[in-house]
């Protein structure tokens, strides 16, 4: 099992009701982290369901939801992003 | 040999206002190279559409902003010819009509620094971690991320995915 801290922000972090979760997880890729979260129901599936605008950061840098995770990662999940 | 600043790029992200002259003026001091500075600054805006806006609240993702734009500044350093960027990012709440974001670029000539700018602005819409929350009168709303950024950005070679 590794450990991964993940991260939530914007809209993600206020249907979550969380900034932050240390999670001991088998997911081997950010969609298996993601498809984890979402089994847990609640307000989990609902933020985190496919077919939503979800994007994703592994260890700070933008990823696509097929890059691999190890021990220590940080996974960050939030919306499109709007600044500027 | 002139003098060169001995920091040619600059990443900030602060709540405080920043003075645009001061920045411009830094930025090029001291580079005798400097013909071109090519500048963009962004402000809150009454939306087209909804309600009044009383303040904009914007949320980032610290230590990933930064190395995000630091990174963006990177490409364009190798896209064109720049000698030097600045690039000062707001967060927390803002009014309207306040200045968000400013990018400044320095070059020889005018050509290379409005395409680093306009570049470094349309990467920074859609792959740096800023959210923008509008409060109005009757309540409060995430902004949509718009594909018209993603677009933007693919002019340059770039295929994005952020809005779509």
Same mark, same amino acid.
């Given at each position: 099992m590794n450990t991964i801290q993940i991260r939530f922000f914007a809209t993600l972090r206020e249907a979550l009701? #969380?900034?932050?979760? !240390?999670?001991?997880?088998? %997911? $081997?890729?950010?969609?298996?982290?993601?498809? @984890?979260?979402? +089994?847990?129901?609640?307000?989990?599936?609902? #933020?985190?369901?496919? !077919?939503?605008?979800?994007? %994703? $950061?592994?260890?700070?840098?933008?990823?696509? @939801?097929?890059? +691999?995770?190890?021990?220590?990662?940080?996974? #960050?999940?939030?919306?499109?992003?709007?600044?500027? | 040999m002139a003098a060169q600043p001995a920091t040619l790029v600059q990443v900030r992200i602060q709540t405080e206002d920043f003075d645009l002259s001061a920045e411009v003026a830094a930025l090029h001091a001291a580079d005798a190279r400097v013909g071109a500075v090519a500048v963009f600054v962004g402000t809150v805006r009454q939306l087209d559409e909804g309600q009044a806006l009383d303040c904009l609240e914007l949320e980032h993702y610290p230590g990933m902003t930064e190395r995000a734009i630091e990174d963006m500044v990177e490409q364009a350093r190798q896209r064109f010819e720049i000698f030097g960027a600045r690039v000062l990012h707001r967060v927390g709440r803002l009014g309207l009509g306040e200045q968000i974001v400013l990018v400044?670029?320095?070059?020889?000539?005018?050509?290379?620094?409005?395409?680093?700018?306009?570049?470094?602005?349309?990467?920074?819409?859609?792959?740096?971690?800023?959210?923008?929350?509008?409060?109005?009168?009757?309540?409060?709303?995430?902004?949509?991320?718009?594909?018209?950024?993603?677009?933007?950005?693919?002019?340059?070679?770039?295929?994005?995915?952020?809005?779509?």
């Open positions: 009701g #969380a900034t932050e979760l !240390g999670l001991p997880t088998a %997911a $081997a890729t950010v969609a298996d982290l993601r498809d @984890e979260l979402i +089994a847990r129901g609640g307000a989990y599936a609902e #933020a985190l369901a496919r !077919g939503r605008a979800v994007r %994703a $950061a592994l260890n700070q840098a933008m990823v696509t @939801e097929s890059a +691999a995770l190890k021990d220590g990662d940080e996974v #960050a999940f939030f919306p499109p992003v709007t600044g500027g | 400044a670029v320095t070059a020889a000539h005018r050509g290379q620094a409005f395409q680093a700018c306009e570049f470094l602005m349309d990467y920074l819409k859609t792959q740096a971690p800023f959210w923008k929350k509008e409060h109005g009168a009757t309540g409060s709303r995430w902004v949509d991320a718009r594909t018209s950024d993603d677009a933007a950005l693919a002019k340059w070679g770039i295929a994005a995915s952020n809005a779509a």
